[in-house]
């Protein structure tokens, strides 16, 4: 697990809007290059230092270039940065389609099964 | 000695501004106009302490801060202070900010910290996100005021405990009383009651725990830090919904103004969460009618 690294990318890829729009269009190629590019460089994109050791797990590079957010809820990345890039990129095609607020309630219904249950938690 | 003329606890909702005023009429939520409506009379809460500075307490949403280099306390001291992230503008349409800073009651703070065993960290290139921003749209929309930021850390695990929250509200105050000025000087700080973020219980008609919010609004209403400390832990907190941690910095609040019980208490119940505000005034109520 390095739940750490997959906060960091959403972390990063929220903040950045080519890098938010390129995680939309074409995920896998997205994820793939911030692997091996500014997800190495030591803190937000140090220019010359670099982090040697992290990487994702195969299953949350999956989550991940699949937008897979209730897998990423269950593997414990931060729920602020999972819910926030994704409104990012699905709000306002679901509101433009099926209403207000309709991404964020299918987003909590996809969840129900962890109704009355211990969360998994975000804690590193 | 300065003057701690009131302080402020508030739920900070990011859409605000957004429901109330950016959405046409037409397209508006229906409780639209009573949040307008609660929200400017809290304000006055607040202009009738005609304050001088602002001591202002929050918490970064992974905006400046993350995991690499997480602060669990900090204090900003700068002359200036830039705010509203990008992705804050994107989602919730909230304005860009320059808001002043009081670098000498941030320097005074600081050090009254240190003494009181509060290891702070100090930045001196913070840009405020909308825990913050909220406040002063709601509480002070004119943005015309110094601040002191201060920032807990109430959402990247492990957090410090309900009552190091209050225990800092207690030397906030301290450092406040202290300080040689003959400024009037208030506090304001933002929070949540029970809250969901990410989770299942997001979005709903309510906040995800109305019995906690319930409870929670008496507890700050009559300044009863005995039963905070009684019923609010970590877990209890996650059990009213996972991001319900934001409770502590009101706890703060409250600890600032001390156990006393609140000069206005007001509550919206809007769907996702329960808005609630609430004002003490530490040195005499400056309202004419002095009504709760």
Known sequence: MSKYFVNKFLFQIDRDPE?????????GALVEHWEASLGRQLGNGDPVERTTWLSFEPEERRA????????????????????????AIYDEDYAASQGPLSFQREYATKLSHWLGNDYPTVAL | ?????????????????????????????PQAAEWKRK??????TLT?????????????????????????????????????????????????????????????????????????????????????????????????????PIYTNIFAPPLPSPKRFWDLGRAIRSIIDEYPSD?????????????????????????????????AIEWLANGDIDAILANV?????????????????????????????????DNLDLFHTMEAYFTWYPNGDPRKDGAR
């Open chain 2, 1 to 29: 000695m300065a003057e701690l003329s009131a302080v402020l606890a508030t739920t900070h909702h990011p859409f605000f501004l957004k429901a109330t005023e950016l959405t046409p009429p037409e397209e508006r939520i």
């Open chain 1, 64 to 87: 991940l270039v699949e937008h897979d957010y209730v897998a990423l809820f269950e593997m414990g990345a931060h729920f602020f940065l999972c819910l926030t890039i994704f409104i």
């Open chain 2, 233 to 265: 832990t970590h877990e209890s907190m996650s059990g009213a919904g996972n991001a319900t941690h934001g409770f502590m910095d009101l706890i703060l609040m409250m600890g600032i103004a001390g156990p006393e019980k609140a000069a206005y208490v």
């Open chain 1, 19 to 27: 890098l938010l729009a390129a995680y939309k269009d074409d995920p």
């Open chain 2, 48 to 148: 009738a302490a005609q304050p001088d500075i602002l001591v202002m307490v929050g918490a970064d949403h992974f905006h400046q801060f993350f995991h690499d280099n997480y602060p669990t306390f900090l204090i900003g001291k700068q002359p200036t202070y830039d705010a509203t992230f990008y992705n804050e503008e994107r989602e919730f349409s909230i304005p860009k900010y320059v808001l002043d800073g009081h670098e000498e009651l941030s320097g005074f703070m600081l050090q009254g910290l240190l003494d009181r065993g509060f290891d702070f960290s100090v930045s001196h290139e913070l840009k405020i996100d909308h825990s913050i921003i909220c406040p002063i749209i709601t509480t002070r929309p004119d943005a015309d005021l110094p601040i002191v």
């Open chain 2, 183 to 215: 400024k009037k000087i208030a506090a304001v700080g933002s929070g949540h009651l029970s809250l969901e973020l990410g989770g299942p219980r997001q979005f709903g008609e309510t906040g995800p725990d109305p019995v906690f919010d319930r409870n």
């Open chain 2, 39 to 44: 929200v400017e009379a809290y304000r006055e």
